[in-house]
Protein backbone atom coordinates (compact mmCIF):
# COMPACT_ATOMS: atom_id res chain seq x y z
CA UNK A 1 0.00 0.00 0.00
CA UNK A 2 1.74 2.92 -1.80
CA UNK A 3 1.31 6.24 1.39
CA UNK A 4 2.05 9.98 0.68
CA UNK A 5 2.36 12.44 3.58
CA UNK A 6 2.26 15.90 2.70
CA UNK A 7 3.25 18.73 5.09
CA UNK A 8 4.32 22.41 5.09
CA UNK A 9 1.01 24.05 4.52
CA UNK A 10 0.13 27.19 6.77
CA UNK A 11 -0.97 30.44 6.79
CA UNK A 12 1.15 33.10 5.11
CA UNK A 13 1.08 37.05 3.84
CA UNK A 14 1.33 37.55 0.16
CA UNK A 15 4.87 38.04 -1.16
CA UNK A 16 5.55 35.20 1.57
CA UNK A 17 7.21 31.63 1.32
CA UNK A 18 5.93 28.31 1.87
CA UNK A 19 7.70 24.89 1.44
CA UNK A 20 5.67 21.69 0.83
CA UNK A 21 6.92 18.27 1.92
CA UNK A 22 5.08 14.72 0.36
CA UNK A 23 6.80 11.57 2.30
CA UNK A 24 6.58 8.53 0.40
CA UNK A 25 6.42 4.99 0.96
CA UNK A 26 7.91 3.89 -2.35
CA UNK A 27 11.31 4.29 -3.32
CA UNK A 28 11.38 6.71 -5.98
CA UNK A 29 13.10 4.88 -8.48
CA UNK A 30 10.18 2.70 -8.82
CA UNK A 31 8.09 6.13 -9.84
CA UNK A 32 6.85 7.03 -13.26
CA UNK A 33 6.28 10.74 -12.38
CA UNK A 34 5.58 12.59 -9.05
CA UNK A 35 3.93 16.23 -8.53
CA UNK A 36 1.76 18.67 -6.51
CA UNK A 37 -1.30 19.67 -7.49
CA UNK A 38 -3.95 21.85 -5.76
CA UNK A 39 -7.73 22.68 -5.22
CA UNK A 40 -9.18 26.00 -4.51
CA UNK A 41 -12.89 25.70 -3.47
CA UNK A 42 -15.10 25.47 -6.13
CA UNK A 43 -12.29 25.07 -8.64
CA UNK A 44 -11.30 21.49 -10.48
CA UNK A 45 -7.69 20.19 -9.07
CA UNK A 46 -5.53 21.13 -11.20
CA UNK A 47 -1.66 20.67 -11.89
CA UNK A 48 1.15 23.05 -10.14
CA UNK A 49 4.22 21.26 -11.07
CA UNK A 50 5.36 17.83 -11.94
CA UNK A 51 8.38 15.54 -12.19
CA UNK A 52 8.21 13.08 -15.26
CA UNK A 53 10.73 10.12 -15.15
CA UNK A 54 14.47 11.04 -14.60
CA UNK A 55 13.78 14.73 -14.33
CA UNK A 56 11.96 16.24 -16.67
CA UNK A 57 9.67 19.00 -14.83
CA UNK A 58 6.77 20.91 -15.65
CA UNK A 59 5.39 23.69 -14.20
CA UNK A 60 1.81 25.34 -14.21
CA UNK A 61 2.21 28.98 -16.23
CA UNK A 62 0.72 30.78 -13.17
CA UNK A 63 3.83 29.38 -10.70
CA UNK A 64 6.50 28.85 -13.02
CA UNK A 65 9.70 31.07 -11.84
CA UNK A 66 7.76 31.20 -8.33
CA UNK A 67 7.78 27.69 -7.49
CA UNK A 68 10.19 24.72 -7.56
CA UNK A 69 10.07 21.35 -7.26
CA UNK A 70 12.79 18.41 -6.69
CA UNK A 71 13.11 15.89 -5.34
CA UNK A 72 15.22 13.67 -2.41
CA UNK A 73 16.24 10.00 -3.72
CA UNK A 74 17.52 9.30 -0.43
CA UNK A 75 15.24 10.45 1.80
CA UNK A 76 11.86 9.45 -0.61
CA UNK A 77 10.25 13.06 -0.56
CA UNK A 78 9.46 15.61 -3.10
CA UNK A 79 8.87 19.31 -2.15
CA UNK A 80 7.60 22.33 -3.57
CA UNK A 81 9.15 25.70 -2.60
CA UNK A 82 6.89 28.02 -3.05
CA UNK A 83 7.93 32.07 -3.21
CA UNK A 84 6.21 34.88 -3.90
CA UNK A 85 3.04 33.49 -2.93
CA UNK A 86 -0.60 35.30 -4.09
CA UNK A 87 -3.78 35.38 -2.67
CA UNK A 88 -4.98 32.98 -5.78
CA UNK A 89 -2.69 30.39 -4.78
CA UNK A 90 -4.49 29.81 -1.91
CA UNK A 91 -5.69 26.09 -2.30
CA UNK A 92 -5.67 22.63 -0.43
CA UNK A 93 -2.68 21.30 -1.82
CA UNK A 94 -2.52 17.40 -2.87
CA UNK A 95 0.96 15.18 -3.59
CA UNK A 96 0.01 12.48 -6.01
CA UNK A 97 2.35 9.87 -7.78
CA UNK A 98 2.32 7.41 -10.68
CA UNK A 99 3.60 3.45 -9.95
CA UNK A 100 3.25 1.35 -12.39
CA UNK A 101 0.21 3.06 -13.96
CA UNK A 102 -1.48 3.43 -10.49
CA UNK A 103 -2.51 6.68 -9.52
CA UNK A 104 -2.16 7.47 -5.72
CA UNK A 105 -2.72 10.71 -3.94
CA UNK A 106 -2.10 12.20 -0.89
CA UNK A 107 -4.62 13.99 2.00
CA UNK A 108 -3.69 17.15 0.79
CA UNK A 109 -2.37 20.00 2.86
CA UNK A 110 -4.09 23.89 3.29
CA UNK A 111 -2.24 26.70 1.79
CA UNK A 112 -4.39 30.14 3.07
CA UNK A 113 -2.72 33.55 1.52
CA UNK A 114 -3.85 36.85 2.98
CA UNK A 115 -3.49 39.72 0.79
Known amino acids: QVQLVESGGGLVQAGGSLRLSCAGS????????MGWYRQAPGKQRQLVAR???????IYADSVRGRFTISKDNDKNTLDLQMNSLKPEDTAVYYCRQVIQGTVYWGQGTQVAVSS
Open 26 to 33: ETIFNIDS
Open 51 to 57: IIGSGIL
